[in-house]
Nanobody, 124 residues
Framework: QVQLVESGGGLVQAGGSLRLSCAAS????????MGWFRQAPGKEREFVAA????????IDADSVKGRFTISRDNAKNMVYLQMNSLKPEDTAIYYC?????????????????WGQGTQVTVSS
């Protein structure tokens, strides 16, 4: 069982930056693939970024490529999403997710555990 708690969301102006954090419980955290997803009002859940168990491989959605960076610290049971050059269309609730398999995935159905989410609002 893994419990995930996101933090770091807030209100920021377009062009600004935020760093989201996801704190994970459980001694097997380092074996899990981790991902960030987001969901805006009236829209479907959208993949943002994911990282494999070691942190050595990552994948980003085209919409955030070059602006967002996912990373993890297995010693601290933490996953991060550094978001730069934020745009109003990045406004959404951001969710951290964990999958039992160590490889990353962009498909939300392949994730087993989810956090409660943190709101990110980007003003124009």
């Amino acid at each position: 069982q893994v419990q995930l708690v996101e933090s770091g969301g807030g209100l920021v102006q377009a062009g600004g930056s935020l760093r989201l954090s996801c704190a994970a419980s459980g001694r097997t955290f380092s074996s899990y693939g981790m991902g960030w997803f987001r969901q805006a009002p009236g829209k479907e859940r959208e993949f943002v970024a994911a990282v494999n168990w070691s942190g050595g491989s990552t994948i980003d959605a085209d919409s955030v490529k070059g602006r967002f960076t996912i990373s993890r610290d297995n010693a601290k049971n933490m996953v991060y999403l550094q978001m730069n050059s934020l745009k109003p269309e990045d406004t959404a609730i951001y969710y951290c997710a964990a999958r039992s398999r160590g490889a990353y995935s962009s498909r939300w159905l392949e994730y087993d555990y989810w956090g409660q989410g943190t709101q990110v609002t980007v003003s124009s």
